[in-house]
């Protein structure tokens, strides 16, 4: 059963032991939230790893695309244009 005094107040488990919030060093507070804010610069790396994979994907699939089509004559964009009658 827990305890009255951790019941309603914020808890850090760590190293498998239960430590009141409140009851941590500055220190210690400190340290916790750093390691919360480096949790979630983890979870936005991973999700812009995500969006940069999925992208470089969609790129890859295009220049395949681009590479497997039919061979069409390059107009040089150089050259003057001619027109027939």
Same mark, same amino acid.
């Given at each position: 059963?827990?305890?009255?005094?951790?019941?309603?107040?914020?808890?850090?488990?760590?190293?498998?032991?239960?430590?009141?919030?409140?009851?941590?060093?500055?220190?210690?507070?400190?340290?916790?939230?750093?390691?919360?804010? %480096?949790?979630?610069? #983890?979870?936005?790396?991973?999700?812009?790893?995500?969006? +940069? /994979? $999925?992208?470089?994907?969609?790129?890859?699939?295009?220049?395949?695309?681009? %590479?497997?089509?039919? #061979?069409?004559?390059?107009?040089?964009?150089?050259?003057? +244009? /001619? $027109?027939?009658?």
């Amino acid at each position: 059963m827990a305890d009255v005094e951790t019941a309603e107040k914020p808890v850090l488990t760590f190293d498998d032991k239960d430590y009141v919030i409140d009851s941590l060093s500055d220190t210690a507070k400190y340290f916790v939230t750093q390691l919360q804010d %480096l949790a979630q610069q #983890e979870a936005q790396a991973k999700a812009r790893l995500d969006q +940069v /994979t $999925v992208a470089q994907k969609g790129f890859q699939d295009l220049l395949r695309e681009e %590479l497997n089509k039919p #061979e069409e004559e390059e107009v040089d964009p150089d050259s003057p +244009v /001619t $027109v027939e009658d």
